[in-house]
C-alpha cells in the first residue's frame, strides 16, 4: 500500500510515494497553472508508470493522498476570487479601506491604497448591535437584511461574508444572518465571522472573514474538479488538504475554511523539516528554504514550528493559526545592482523565470545570484537542472562585470563574490531579527536548508550566524510534499475572553476550554481517529493590562485550585515575556485575551528506513572543478546519490544531485547521514568570504559596506519590532507614533527603523544636545532622557530615550528611541492643550537628564516623572518599552564591534554616509537649476481669527539644495509654532 504526498508549486507539481520498509520515490512533473488538476494526473499516472501498474491500481493500492497547493494563494494574490458581499453592522462597512489606520508608506505621499476585496457598493450595512459584554442591544433588521441581500444578488453576487461587532462573544445575530441566506440563496458560499475566527480585533475578523469567502469559492471548484478525476479512476483511500498550521483536513472542511490553506504548499516544507529533523535528533531547527525568486524561514522548537496568528498575505491580514513562515525577496533568481550612491544590493527584485538569469540565454542581462554562483565555478554548466537546461558561462560573467563590477570598481570575480556574500548576509539578518522576535537565539538552532538555491548559500549564512551544523535533507528538492507525509489531523480553536487574570471566572474559562476539546475530538472520531490517537493541547493568548500585541503562553493543569492555577499562569506569562523583550514587568496587572485548543488526530507514518552502513563505499569524485573561496581552488565534485551514510567529505568540495548543489568550503564537513541527507558542519573559525578578508583594509570594500549597511538597518528594525510589541499605549502600539535609529559619535543618523518622517533629522539634535550637556561625563550604561523642544524635541509629549554606546572606553554609537506618550501632564490629558500660550502650559519639560547612571536606574528621576501624569502605570511601561529598545540596539551594535572591530566599522559607516550624499545629491541634480517659490495657509492658531502664511523658497543649483522658510509667518500667539528640529526634519523629509 501506498501514501502520496503531492505540492503543486507554480513551476513544478512534486510527488513524493512511500511504502513501509521501502525509501520514498520522488517524480516531478510540470504545473499546469490554468487548471492545476491536470499537472497533478499527469504526474500520478508517471508514478503509476514508474511503479508498472495502471493509474487505477496505483490508486486503488493508496491509503491516503496528501495535497498541498498554492491555489489559495494563488486565487489572492492574483485577486480572481469570487464576487464578495459584506454584511456588516450598520456603520462600518468602510473598514476594509481604514484597515488598522496606519499608511504602510509613510513616506510616500502618492502612495496608492489597498483596493479592497470586495467594492464598497458591494458591502452592505444592516441594523443590529451587540456590546462589548455580549449582550445584544440591537436586534437583527431582518427586513434591512433581505433588501441587502436582494441588492447583492442584482450585483451578482457569488459569496458572502458576515462579520458584526462583538460576535466573538454573542454570535446570536450573525447566526440568524447564515439562516436566512441559506434560506434565500441555498448553496450560496458563506463565511460568519464567528465562525471563522470568533476572537477579538475588528479588523482581523473582518479580513480574515472576507478572504475566506474570496478564495473559497474558487478552492472549493478546484477540489470538486480533482476529486471527480479521482473518483473516475476510484481512488478509494483518503484524500487530505494540507493546511496552513501544518496539520491536514479532509475536502470538506478545506473547502469551507479555505483561509486555512493559504500557506498550504510552504507549511509542508515546514512540516517535512520538522519530521526530517525527528529522524536525525534535531528538535529546534531554522527551516532555510530558498528557491528561484524568495527565501522561506521559519523556526521549528521541540519538535514544533512556531505558529502565528498574524500573517499579511497580498497586503491583506489573516489571523488564523498559521506556521509561521517569513518570506524575504532572496533568491537564485535575485538581481543584483549597484544604487545610485555606490552601494551593492541584492534583491527584492527577481529575474523570475522568464527572462530568468543572464546564464539561460533568454534575453536577461542582468546578474543574479545564480550568475554570480555559476561565475564562482560552484554550478555545472552543463547540468543545470538535471540537465534540463545548459547554463551560459560567459553570459553571467559579462551581466555581472557590467552591472556590478564596473560600477564598484572591482573586477568580476570579486564582484561576484561580493553578491554570494551580500545575499548570505541579507538571510542571515533575516533570521536574526526572526529569531529575536521570537525570543530565541540562532546560535542553538540546526539549520536544515532545501529548496534548489539553499545548498550554495547554506554554510555562509550559517557562518555568519554562528551556527554550527547545517542539514540538507535527501529529499530538499521536494521536502514540502515529504513533509506533507508526517503529518496529522489537526483543528485550531479559538474563543477570545477579555479578562483580568484578577478576579477571573476560572468556570467560565473552563467551560470554553472544555467546549473547544469536545469539538476537536467529535469531528476527530466521526473520521475513524481513536480516542488514544487524540492529543489536545491548551494554550492562551495574554498580555499586560493596555499593550495590544499578546503572548501565547501553554495552559496545563487544569484540576489545580484557582489560586494555584493563575498563580502558574501568571509565572508563565512573566517568564515567557522575559525570553522575548529581556525583561518582564511583574507590577503590572495581567490581562487574558484568547483562549486556543489545538486538537490533534495522529495519523500512521511511514518514516523511510534507514539506508545501509555496514559496506560504507569511499567517496569516489565525479571529477574536479576551479571554484572561487577567496582564490580559485581545484575542488573535487562528488554526486550526492552515491555517497554511502557515514562517508565524509571535507571542503573545499561541490556536491550535486540533479536539483541540489551543496557548496563545502575550507575547513567545513560534509557527513552523510543514515538517510542519505548531509550533515554539514560547519568551521565557525575559518571565515573565508568576502567579510573577513574585505574588512581587514583601510577602506572598506564595496562588498563590506553592502553587509554593514544591511546589518544597520536590522538593528533598527530590531528596535522598531520591540518597541511595537512592549508598548502599552494605544498611540504606540497601534498607531506607532515612534522612531527608532542609530547615531554615530558625532550625532549624525546612521540608520533608522521605520518611524515617523517628522522625527527623522530631529533625532541627531538631540544626540546633540545630549552629549553637548554632558561631555566627558557620559560612561558605560548611561541612558538619557528628554522632551524639551528646545533641546531637539519635537512637543512635550515626544520623549527622547538615548543610549550611549561604547567600545574599550570610546564613544561611538547612540541607540535612539523617540515616542509619543499618552500624557506628560499640563493642562490637558495628551498634551495637546489648544488653550496654550507658552510651553509651561503644555506639560513637564525634560531637559537632558541621566535615566540610568552607570547601569543603575535613576529612582528619583523615574519617580519625579512619574507624579506628573496622570497614569503613571501606562508611562513606566511605555518608557520600559523605549528603555528595551535601545538596549537591544547596544547589544547588537557590540556584535557588529566584535566583527570588524572599531576602526574598521567607522570607516564603513563613514563611506555609507558619504554614498548617501552622493545619492541624494544625484537626485538634486536631476532637477533644473533655479528658485521656485511655495505657500500654506494655516486656518489660524486658536487664539487670532486670521490665516497663517508658511512660505518656502527653494534654490536649486546643480546638487545642492537650500531651503529658505524666512518669509514664513513669525511666532503666534497659539500652540501650532515648530522647534528647530521639526522644522529641519520635515524640510529632510520633503525631499526623500
Known sequence: MYVIGIDVGGTFTDFVVAQEGQSPRYFKTASTPNDPSEGLMTGLNDAASAHDLSLADFLASADMIIHGSTVATNTLVERKGAKVGLITTDGFRDLLEMREGLKEDRYNLRMTPFVPLVPRY???????????????????????????????????????????????????????VGELIQAKFPGMYTSLSSQIIPQIKEFDRLSTTVINSYVGPVLGRYLENLQERLTSVEQGGDFLIMQSNGGVAPIEDSRRQAVRSILSGPAGGVAGAAAYGRLVGESDIIAFDMGGTSTDISLIENGEPHLSTEKFEAGWKISVPMIDIHTMGAGGGSIASVGPGGIMQVGPESAGAMPGPAAYGKGGDRPTVTDANLALGYLDAGNFLGGSAILDTALAEKAVAEHVAKPLGLDMIGAAEGVATVVSTSIAEGIRLMSVQRGVDPRRFTMMAFGGAAGLQAGKVARQLQVEKVIIPAAAAVLSAHGMLSTDLKYDYSRSHPESLLGMDLDAVKTIISGMESEGRERLQKQGVSEANIEVSISADMRYLDQIYEVNVPISDLGQSAESLLSQWAANFHQRYQELYSYSQSEQEIRLVTLRASVVGRLPKLDPPPLETGNAKPAKEKGRRKIYLDGWVDAPVYEIGDLSPGVSVAGPAVLESDFTTVLVEAGDTANIDPYGGIELLVSLESETDAVATAAAADRPDPVTLAVVEHRLESIALEMTEVMLRTAMSQILNSSRDFSTAILDADCQLVAQGEGIPVHVSALPVAGAAVRDSFGDNMSEGDLFILNDPYFGGSHLPDITIIKPVFHEGRLLFYGVNRAHHSDVGGGTHGGYNPRATEIFQEGIRIPPLKLYNKGVPRDDVLQMLSANVRQPENFLGDLNAQIGSVMIAAQRIDGLLESYGADRLLAAVSEILAATERQVRQFISEWPDGVYHGESLVDDDGFENKLIPIRAKVTIAGDSMAIDLGESSPQVTGFINSAYANTRSLAHAAIM
Open 122 to 176: 458591494m458591502r452592505a450595512e444592516v441594523p443590529e448591535r451587540v456590546l462589548s459584554d455580549g449582550s445584544v442591544k440591537v436586534d437583527l433588521d431582518e427586513d434591512a437584511l433581505n433588501a441587502a441581500l436582494d441588492g447583492l444578488k442584482d450585483e451578482g453576487v457569488e459569496a458572502l461574508a458576515v462579520c458584526f461587532l462583538f460576535s466573538y462573544l454573542n454570535s446570536e445575530n450573525e447566526d440568524r
